[in-house]
Structure formats: C-alpha cells, structure tokens
C-alpha cells in the first residue's frame, strides 16, 4: 500500500503506519519474526486492514525484539504500553486479533490509562481446548525444527480438507523457518498459559468482540463468556465464518465504525511521527 510509513516504537517494536483519521492501533497476531511484514504477508495485512485505514490512521504493530518462552502475556502486554505510552499523548483504540487479542485485554487489564476503546477479533480470555491442542503440537515442532509437521499441526484451524493437507505438506518443505523462534515460542506458550476470566471486571474501555461459529481457536462461546464479564462489552457473531475469516471486509469495518460511534472516543492527541 502507498503511503506507509515504518516506524520503530519504543522497545525495537516494528510498526507500520498507514491511513488518515484518528489513530488506531492493531496488534498483530502470531509472525514468524519481530519485523514487518513481507511480500505476501504484507498484501493480505493491507487487505485485512484497508477498511480501517480508509477512516483511521492504523498502526500495525508487530512484536517486540528479545522475547523468551517462559514469558506471560501479562509481561509481554507491559512491553508493549511502554511503546504506546511513548508514542500516544492520549488512549488510542486498540485492536487486537487471534493471539493478540489476549494481548490487547491483558493491555485494558493493566494500563487501562493507555486504552481508549477495544476490539477484540477471533480471541477471548483464553484459547479453545482444540486450538490449545493444535498450538502445543505446532510449538513442539517448531522447537525441533519441523516445519512440515508444524504447518500441519495447524491446518484443522483453516480447512477440514485432506486435501488441503496434503498441499500444505508439500509446501512445508520449501517454507523457510521462523526468523524469531525464541519471540515465537514464547507468544505460543503465553498464548497457551492465558486466561484472563477472573480479571474481565478490571476491564473499563467500552469494548467489542468479533467472532466466527466456526473459529477453531476460539470458538463463540468463549467470546460469549469473555464479554459478559466485561462491564461494557458487545459480542457479535459471524455465521459460518473461520477463525482467519473474522477480520477484514466492509461487513467488518461497518460494525466498527458502528460500535465506535455508539462509544464516543475521549480527547486525544497522536504525537506527531
């Protein structure tokens, strides 16, 4: 996308920023390395977020340099407002999806000074028993350096289709391995130790979770759960949709912009980048 601009926040985090309006943070999911996005990965970034960016100035985050397995999210989440409370003058609204979804509520949790309005997309208060499963699976083979077997773990959380698999097999091999797997390793086993039930109260940023009835990961139910213990929180639901299906498109975009309307933001001020 024209018009982006890289940034590098406040604890070596890589950022991207692109579009105009007020600004918006998006927290960026499970990458195999600290740095932007590239070629592909890059293109379905931009197609995930253009809908946002057409009304707000979006800063996609990626995750921070020198992670280690045996990190919470909470620890994780404290490096990260470190970075916002650096670039922000005011709360920014912040959007999180698949793993940092957990991110950006342990982030409303802890610095709830940092976090205007929230969005939480294909997440919840912690992982679904199958997509914990599959997780753990991924993560041990990544540890052991088998890509193929790891690319595989995870294909029931994106097709059903033995086909499927079998294509990704093929692929695996020529895919080339984590550029971070310490920083890696370490969100899958922050992702795997989440569980946020019991502090959901603590949560005072209106906020909004998005769904699938077919989310492998996170099933409806546990975002269901997750926005009844949030004081002011709204869950909706997307029939039919994967876990990898919930953000991005116009259906998307409008139910944001609707919630952020219905929850007026408070004054802010983005220091200048």
Do not use: W
């Amino acid at each position: 996308m024209s018009g982006q601009q890289q940034l590098t926040m406040a604890g070596g985090i890589a950022c991207l920023v692109a579009g105009t309006g007020k600004p918006m943070v998006f927290l960026r999911p499970l990458a195999p390395g600290v740095g932007n996005p590239r070629r592909i990965a890059l293109q379905v970034e931009g197609a995930q977020l253009s809908a946002l960016r057409a009304r707000h100035r979006v800063f996609a985050l990626g995750h921070p340099d020198g992670l280690r397995p045996g990190m919470s999210m909470a620890e994780i989440a404290d490096r990260y407002a470190v970075a916002l409370a650096a670039q922000f003058a005011e709360p920014v609204d912040i959007v999180g999806f698949s793993t940092s979804g957990g991110l950006a509520l342990e982030l409303a949790i802890r610095h709830p000074e940092l976090v205007d309005r929230l969005v939480v997309v294909a997440s919840a208060c912690r992982l679904g028993e199958r997509g914990r499963q599959a997780q753990r699976h991924y993560a041990q083979a990544l540890a052991r350096g088998d890509m193929a077997d790891a690319n595989l773990a995870m294909v029931p959380g994106f097709s059903q289709s033995a086909q499927v698999a079998r294509v990704v097999a093929a692929g695996s091999r020529l895919a080339p391995k984590p550029t971070d797997l310490p920083g890696l390793l370490a969100l899958l086993s922050a992702e795997d130790e989440l569980d946020v039930e019991s502090q959901l109260g603590r949560i005072v940023a209106p906020t909004m979770l998005v769904s699938g009835t077919r989310d492998f990961f996170y099933p409806p139910e546990l975002a269901r759960l997750t926005a009844s213990g949030i004081p002011a929180a709204t869950h909706l639901s997307y029939a039919g949709k994967q876990h990898h299906q919930v953000l991005g498109g116009r259906r998307f975009a409008r139910d944001v912009e609707t919630f952020l309307s219905a929850h007026p933001a408070r004054a802010r001020m983005a220091q200048a980048v």
